[in-house]
C-alpha cells in the first residue's frame, strides 16, 4: 500500500484547524461573530477535501488574519 505524498500536508493542515476552532472559541467576540468565524473555518475544511494546498493557504491567510485581529474587526474575509 502506497503512502499518501499530501499526509504530510493532511497532518498540518488537520493540526492548524484544531488550533484555528480553538482560538476562535477563546476569542471575547459576540456570538454572532463567532458564528461567522466558524463558518469560515467549515467552509476552508470542506475546501480541504478537494483542493488540499488551496485550503492550507486559505487558513494559513485565516490564522494570520486572526492574529492581525483583522478578522475580529471584520476588514477582511
Do not use: C, N, Y
Not at 8 to 30: D, F, N, W, Y
Not at 47 to 65: G, I, S
Amino acid at each position: 500500500m502506497e503512502r499518501d505524498p499530501q499526509l504530510p500536508l493532511h497532518e498540518l493542515v488537520a493540526g492548524r484547524l484544531k488550533e484555528a476552532h480553538a482560538r476562535v472559541r477563546s476569542l471575547q467576540v459576540t456570538e454572532d461573530e463567532r458564528m461567522a468565524l466558524s463558518r469560515k473555518l467549515l467552509a476552508i475544511t470542506a475546501a480541504a477535501k478537494h483542493d488540499l494546498p488551496r485550503a492550507a493557504r486559505r487558513l494559513e491567510r485565516f490564522m494570520q488574519d486572526l492574529d492581525d485581529s483583522r478578522l475580529r474587526r471584520g476588514t477582511r474575509t
